[in-house]
């Protein structure tokens, strides 16, 4: 049966590679921490952050996706402002891809509780073709490369974020220069991103914050409806049900997390995989942890719910 499954899980993977290896990288919690995909986000916290994402997708099989993710960014509030490093690193399969930004967010008061960021990210990525770490037999494909490729090429992202008090709204497009590309596996597709988030406070002690998301890639539109329970500053527990073209289930994802003092929070998320690809895999295990930190001319107060 283990023969089986390592036979037919990579010839599945492999076609998901040639539909998707252009995307961005899937994480769950990309939402608690979005200044990779949308610069807008960079300083719109009183306190810096630096957040890193580690991903391990269908476990237990060669060439499954590996992700690795950190952010870091920080207000100017001297100048309005915000600014950051995003570092990516993704592995599926023979295709390997790096992700530097340096990002800057412009934020406009509008008045007392209503905010407008603006953000742009600009860098560069290098992706890899690399046939010797392939797990997949040759398909008997005559086009298919079996030469080392790489390919460096500039990236920028832009993006908004509009707050109302406890609403929130985002939206942003990722590898502007892609646009300009014939497509290939070492290009990544130009990718559009948004989302909405209202945040309900829930009686003396508890928030709830639901979530919904949308990503377009340039050939089908991924959608996602997450909710989060929050306990004051200590603990979080909820979930995420994602979707494909026309409602089409993805997988459930539960996720967890713990504050640790005033200036730690550590997160946990498991992805249970809805498709035919769950009859060959396991699930996708992912882990995140956010160090906070006061910047200069911080007076205020930690919120009574933890700002995410």
């Known amino acids: 049966m283990n023969k089986i499954k390592n036979i037919l899980f990579p010839m599945l993977l492999l076609f998901s590679l040639m539909a998707t290896a252009q995307n961005d990288a899937q994480i769950s919690q990309q939402l608690l921490s979005k200044t990779n995909f949308n610069p807008a986000a960079t300083g719109s916290s009183v306190y810096g952050n630096i ?69 742009l990210g600009a860098g560069v990525q290098m992706r890899q073709y690399d046939p010797s770490s392939n797990v997949y037999e040759n ?71 639901p979530t919904l998301s949308a990503q377009y890639d340039g050939y089908s539109v991924h959608s996602e409806v997450n909710l989060m329970l929050h306990y004051l500053k200590f603990f979080w527990f909820g979930g995420s049900y994602r979707m494909s073209d026309l409602f089409v289930a993805e997988s459930i994802v539960p996720m967890a997390g713990i504050h640790l003092g005033d200036n730690i929070r550590i997160g946990y998320a498991y992805d249970y995989n809805l498709t035919k690809l769950n009859t060959y895999a396991e699930g996708s295990h992912e882990i995140m942890l956010t160090l906070r930190f006061k910047t200069k001319g911080n007076t205020t107060k930690t919120p009574r719910f933890p700002e995410w």
Request: glycine share 8%; hydrophobic share 35%.
């Open 51 to 119: 957040t890193a994402i580690a991903r391990d997708q269908y476990v237990g099989f060669d060439g499954a996706p590996k992700t690795g993710l950190f952010n870091f960014d920080m207000p100017i509030s001297d100048i309005s402002s915000g600014i950051g490093l995003s570092v990516l690193y993704d592995e599926y399969g023979p295709i390997i891809s790096y992700n530097a930004m340096v990002n800057y967010a412009y934020h406009i008061k509008i008045s007392d509780n209503q905010h407008l960021s603006l953000g």
């Open 139 to 209: 398909t008997g494909d005559p086009t298919e490369s079996y030469e080392k490729e790489t390919q460096i090429t500039p990236d920028v992202n832009f993006g908004f974020e509009y707050g109302l008090s406890d609403w929130l709204l985002g939206a942003s497009v990722t590898h502007l220069p892609q646009l300009f590309q014939d497509q290939s596996l070492l290009y990544s597709n130009t990718e559009y991103y948004a989302y909405s988030r209202y945040r309900f406070e829930v009686g003396r002690y508890w928030d709830l914050t």
